[in-house]
């Protein structure tokens, strides 16, 4: 029998990243491939889960693990993913690095691609509610690999989902975990109880929370890829204002179509506020007028050319975020050439005045929506 945790199965040869949420998502890390288990997977998935050390930490599972629940799971989960209600993916380590001593008490071996573990994200579009939950195998304890696993579905989840916050139970003999969870940007929330399948009855958690508003933009874990943090529109510069915040000036546009909608823009993953819905726009070069900055950043993210003379200013926002001071005009355009193209990652999207409000927005967009949903 050879060691639990060696040779471990195989992701499909080439598969690339697709954040689209569906059947065919899958995600990478700096280390890891993300993507939804397969068949193939099911003999070094069981091998993992099937060990009292990893069950007795997740809340459904029972101890012994059958190897059928392991087939039967594995044929769920691609029309879960497909009814956007639930996603579970393997973690699958890629580069072929060490893995630590067996279980079985074998010898660190290098193996080519190396299933380590599983993490799942189930969705309530309900209440905009997501819960996290993941598990890594014995040989792999110890690696970071649930930080960075984590911290990568719950960007893409933000981005992607139509979700305020992501909810997770850890339990309060497990602190390993609950440190995973604090360095990812999860915050406590308090404690409760939890039925423990494996441990045949409840058990104390404690209940931790992430909001898109408090997450940051690159987490703190040992793999973290560097990336500059970006308020909304990626306004990080401007002349002090009151109590030392600086004031930073943005130009956004109300772009409107022959049938009366409006254009949105999503903001794409690896930005502040990733996910949330804004009008287009950008922050003022020095010596720029607002019409100016608006002509220029809809050529730059949309591809789209403005005659200044068909921006008509509608109104203007005032916020006051925790770093910074935003002030934002708003204009409303009906007339442009070219052809509408997302270059920055976002999504686009046409929504009529009716619906403006449905959509998740940064706070200081919120209030302009009445305004612009009268005048439509």
């Known amino acids: 029998m050879r060691p639990a945790g060696l040779m471990i199965g195989t992701a499909p040869p080439r598969l690339r990243e697709q954040t689209r949420p ?39 599972l029972p101890f012994p693990y059958p190897r059928s629940l392991t ?33 079985a008490g074998g010898a660190t071996r290098v193996a080519g691609e190396t299933l380590v573990g599983c993490i799942g994200l189930q969705f309530d579009a309900a209440s905009r509610h997501a819960t996290l939950g993941y598990w890594i195998g014995r040989p792999f304890w110890g690696s970071g690999i649930a930080a960075e696993a984590a911290a990568r579905v719950t960007q893409w989840a933000f981005a992607h989902l139509e979700i305020d916050r992501i909810g997770a139970a850890v339990a309060l003999d497990n602190p390993a975990s609950a440190a995973v969870l604090r360095r990812i940007g999860f915050v406590e929330r308090g404690t ?23 997450l940051p933009v690159t987490p703190r874990t040992p793999h973290a890829q560097s990336a500059k943090p970006s308020a909304p529109r990626d306004e990080t510069t401007g002349q002090p204002g009151p109590a030392g915040k600086p004031i930073v000036l943005v130009a956004a546009a109300a772009l409107i179509d022959a049938d009366n909608r409006v254009l949105l823009a999503r903001r794409p993953e690896g930005k ?3 996910g949330l819905w804004e009008f287009p726009g950008g922050k003022l070069e020095p010596g720029e007028t607002p019409e100016a900055a608006l002509a220029r950043e809809l050529r730059e993210e949309l591809g789209i050319e403005i005659a200044q003379s068909c921006l008509a200013p509608i109104g203007f926002a005032s916020h006051g975020y925790d770093d910074f001071h935003l002030l934002m005009p708003l204009f409303i355009c009906r007339r442009w050439t070219g052809r509408l193209t997302p270059r920055e990652g976002q999504t686009l999207e046409w929504v009529e005045g009716a619906r403006l409000a449905t959509y998740a927005m940064p706070d200081a967009d919120k209030p302009l929506v009445p305004l612009l949903r009268d005048l439509l």
Do not use: C, K, Y
């Not at 288990?37 to 930490?57: E, Q």
């Open 22 to 60: 569906g059947a065919d998502t899958a995600l990478r890390s700096p280390r890891f491939l993300m993507r939804l288990p397969d068949p193939a997977d099911a003999a070094d998935l069981h091998r993992l889960v099937n060990d009292w050390g990893v069950v007795r930490m997740l809340s459904r």
């Open 71 to 103: 087939d039967d799971w594995i044929a769920s989960v691609g029309a879960q993913a497909a009814g956007r209600t639930a996603w579970h993916f393997v973690i699958i380590d890629t580069a072929g690095r060490p893995t630590r001593p067996s279980i």
């Open 192 to 214: 409760g109880t939890q039925m423990f399948l494996a441990r045949g009855g409840e058990h104390p958690v404690t209940l931790f929370e992430a909001r898109r508003d408090t």
């Open 272 to 274: 502040r506020m990733a």
